[in-house]
């Protein structure tokens, strides 16, 4: 409502587009608002789909809080499927357990915004913080999967890997990771690949990465 109301300054009459986050969309017109609801009347649906060709899961390093809005809100906008926000040796964000829940929450409005915003109209899901360790012991590399973790130090580039259907990119927080981290992460099936010569920053490296692989592999 407040954002229909408010910021896009919509009133009655106006057409809009609805979705509820699981694909699909329906063409809609306002036919009430007040201060605090907007009711529409519902016109065709229509099976539209905006979801890249390479479905990418993110395993992002705790930062900062702006940087890390920042990279959900990017990563949304760049077909980012799934976020699993992971606390790292590094990372200068710490969240204790009812912190991290409203941060959650926080991230997920914010990429309900994104979608919004870009078009999206399938909601990708951020899931509760857990250490990098915790998850990498809780899920096991299904068969079906590349796993790949940014390094600046790595050999392999991105086009020298063959196109996946499905790709879990790992990005570390402000410090990178820890070497024993990106011994866990090899042990676990992810691959190190870097992007250039240049080191990128935390907000930057897994947005690279994602335009990088529709570039290479997707849509763009």
Known sequence: MHHAARVLRLAIGDS???FNGAGGESEARIVSMSKDHVAVRLGPWRAREVEPT?????????????????????????????????????????????RAARRVEHWQNLVVAACEQCGRNRVPVVHPVSTLSDWLGAHPQPSSEQRLILSPLAATRLRDLSAPQRLLLLAGPEGGFAPDEMDMARACGFTPVRLGPRVLRTETAALAALAAVHALWGDL
Request: proline letters at 2%; glycine letters at 4%; a positive charge.
């Open 16 to 18: 809009v587009t609805v």
């Open 54 to 98: 390479v479905r990418v899961a993110l395993l992002q390093g705790l930062s900062a809080r702006e940087r890390m809005d920042f990279t959900l809100q990017k990563a949304v906008e760049l077909g980012i499927a799934e976020i699993f926000p992971v606390e790292t040796r590094r990372s200068v964000m710490r969240l204790a357990h009812e």
